[in-house]
């Protein structure tokens, strides 16, 4: 009874004290996420988190547009969706249980997915419903990028790329027909590809002629990564990363410190970037690749897929459906803005 009276006060003292004026009620909190949501990975990388996806199969694409909204999507058309930096995932249907292999998407809204047996769809409701596009060739494609909604490349097996106008896919010609693996824009008018036996191309205009970019290797490029129309990387397998900075006319090779496959990479400037790969593998460089510096990201699944949309986050994906998140943990402090006292007159006495 005694344990009664005192709880009946204490609601009493509440609520006075939130009929005072200039108090407030605390806001609702969210839905709490599951304690699965985000873990912590062992071994000292407490930068590196692993999410919950909901889902077991390979992720082969992610792309966040800022610190909260991503997508990912990847094998048996699994396409998924958060808008909160990945604490929770929601699969949304595609109408296809093909691999999608690539997507891209320019708002919270407005996106498209590519992959397997030419699947090629947009969305302009978040993925709530899907349009296909008809298939342009039974090849796959595997890589997908734009320069603004209305100018786009999407190619992949055999040298198959067709480029989007704003309403239509028409195709282009690579020479060589190289299975292209990777594809990077900067504008309507730059452009680049790359994928087997060393294939790098260029295009300067729209994708109208397409030139290779002669590099004496055979090794296969998985991921491109361009910043402007002059300074870009390439990466593939045995750890190469390549580097330019006049638009692919010279490339040079960066020391990755690895042999294994790199399959993803993302820079958000000319100095800062990822790249990632087979058995768990991420590299960031802090100045533009002199140096690439090895995270343990605690797990040993591929990694196909990385994402770097702002400081301090970035996310990678990849099989068995992994996903992690990176978190700097030491970020730059925002500057405390400096007060300049304002001049008061002392009044003079009379």
């Known amino acids: 009874m ?22 407030r009620a605390r806001p609702a909190l969210a839905p709490r996420l599951t304690p699965q949501a985000e873990q912590y990975i062992p071994d000292g990388s407490s930068d590196w988190l692993r999410q919950t996806s909901h889902t077991g199969v390979r992720l082969r694409a992610i792309q966040f547009l800022d610190a909260q909204m991503g997508f990912a999507a990847g094998d048996a058309g699994v396409f ?9 995932w929601v699969r949304l249907p595609t109408g296809t249980d093909k691999a999608i292999y690539a997507l891209h998407f320019f708002s919270p809204t407005a996106g498209w997915i590519a992959g397997a047996d030419g699947l090629l769809r947009r969305t302009t409701n978040g993925g709530s419903s899907w349009t296909p596009y008809t298939s342009l060739f039974p090849q796959n494609f595997y890589a997908l990028t734009f320069a603004g909604r209305d100018n786009g490349w999407v190619a992949g097996e055999q040298g198959v790329i067709h480029h989007y106008n704003g309403s239509d896919w028409l195709p282009q010609s690579l020479p060589g027909n190289p299975t292209v693996y990777a594809l990077a824009a900067t504008d309507a008018n730059n452009a680049w590809a790359a994928g087997s036996g060393g294939a790098i191309l260029h295009t300067s205009d729209g994708g109208n002629t397409w030139t290779t970019q002669t590099l004496g290797i055979t090794s296969s490029f998985y991921a491109l990564a361009f910043v402007d129309p002059t300074r870009g990387w390439a990466a593939g397998t045995d750890g190469i990363i390549l580097h330019t900075t006049d638009g692919g006319q010279t490339w040079t090779p960066q020391n990755s410190g690895t042999t294994r496959t790199l399959r993803g990479l993302a820079f958000l400037d000319a100095d800062n970037g990822w790249a990632v790969g087979d058995l768990g593998t991420v ?14 990201t605690g797990t040993g699944f591929d990694l196909h897929a990385v994402s770097f949309p702002v400081v301090p986050h970035a996310w990678a994906a990849g099989d068995a459906g992994t996903i992690l998140r990176w978190q700097d943990p030491n970020p730059t ?7 300049t006292p304002t001049a008061t007159s002392t009044p003079t006495a009379t």
């Open 80 to 88: 998924l969706l958060s808008p909160v930096g990945g604490l929770d």
């Open 2 to 23: 005694r344990h009664t009276i005192t709880l009946i006060f204490l609601l009493l003292v509440l609520a006075a004290l939130l009929a005072l004026p200039g108090v």
């Open 283 to 296: 590299l960031h460089t802090g100045d533009g690749g002199t140096t690439w510096q090895a995270d343990d």
């Open 333 to 339: 402090p925002t500057p405390t803005p400096t007060l």
